[in-house]
Each structure stands twice: as structure tokens, then as C-alpha cells.
């Protein structure tokens, strides 16, 4: 199955990024090997094929984004680990919400972090959702589940094309 982000068929305009296609990109930003596994597998037990691209920090993920290693898609989501090195996703939330072509990203933080401070800070960077990794096995599908159903009916930006008003 694949998330499209139109319902309506491929609005593209001529000349808009093929590689796309109308769907919805995942950018995992996790450090961890088998975290990382553990979400691709329950990707691909609940039967989503969206692309993943995976990045290991903020650093990367933040070059990934601005376009300074690779073409990111024009529509995507954020799974965003707390804990990692070099830039963590609390320093990465803060970076991308600064930065005018990023700062709409939807954003879901995906952490071991059961911290109040942390569950606070996330969301006061505006985060759509934080999601404890403990939550692993059957909750952890009904999780990825939930998100697929969430995706299908939350209209989210195209981020190749500017903001309005800014």
C-alpha cells in the first residue's frame, strides 16, 4: 500500500520533482541500527511501501532537507529520535522551525525519552505528535497504523513550494 498525499490523483504541474509521484515520504531520523529496522519491518508488516529515507542525526538530516546532499521529496513526514549525536532532535526541531523553507515540516518525535522536559519541549517546536519507542511489538503496529491512517486524511504541505504569507 502507498500513502498518496492527493486522494484526487496526481495534481502535479509540469516541470514538479517525478521522482515523487504524489507520495508521501517518510524521513526517519534515527541513530540507532535495530530502531531503525524495528520501524521498517513494522512499516512493512501493516503493508506501507512509502519510501524511507533514513538519516543518522540532525546534521544530516538538516543537509539532506536544505538540499546540500541529495533532492529532498516535496512531501514528507518526520520521525525524529531525541537522542542522538551530534545535533539531537530537540536541537534539530529548533533548527528546522528557524529555517522559512522547513519550518511547516510535520514532525513526529519517535523516542525512548519518557521525560516531561523533553515531552515539553517537543511540542512547545510544535511537534505533531511524541511517540515512546517502549511502545514496541502490537502497540508499536496500532501505532504505524494509526500514522497511516492519519497521513490518508491530514491534508500536509508540499514543502517544495514556498509558504504563503511567509
Not at 43 to 50: G, L, R, S
Not at 78 to 87: T, Y
Not at 130 to 155: C, M, N, P, Q
Request: glycine residues 8%; hydrophobic residues 40%.
Amino acid at each position: 500500500m502507498m500513502i498518496r498525499t492527493d486522494l484526487q490523483g496526481d495534481k502535479r504541474a509540469p516541470g514538479d520533482r517525478p521522482d515523487d509521484k504524489g507520495l508521501l515520504n517518510i524521513i526517519l531520523v534515527e541513530d540507532d541500527d535495530g530502531d531503525a529496522k524495528a520501524v521498517r519491518r513494522a512499516f512493512d508488516k501493516v503493508k506501507i511501501a512509502n519510501p524511507i529515507h533514513r538519516l543518522v542525526d540532525g546534521v544530516e538530516a538538516l543537509a539532506f532537507l536544505r538540499g546540500e546532499t541529495g533532492t529532498p521529496p516535496a512531501t514528507y513526514v518526520i520521525l525524529l529520535d531525541i537522542n542522538m549525536p551530534r545535533m539531537n532532535g530537540l536541537e534539530m526541531l529548533e533548527e528546522l522551525r528557524k529555517d522559512p523553507k522547513l519550518r511547516r515540516a510535520v514532525v513526529f518525535i519517535l523516542t525512548t525519552s519518557n521525560d516531561d522536559r523533553d515531552r515539553c519541549a517537543a511540542y512547545a517546536r510544535y511537534v505533531a505528535g511524541y511517540i515512546l519507542k517502549s511502545r514496541a511489538g502490537t502497540d508499536f503496529l496500532e501505532l504505524i497504523e494509526t500514522l497511516d491512517h492519519y497521513w490518508r486524511i491530514v491534508e500536509l504541505p508540499d514543502m517544495s513550494r514556498p509558504a504563503m504569507g511567509g
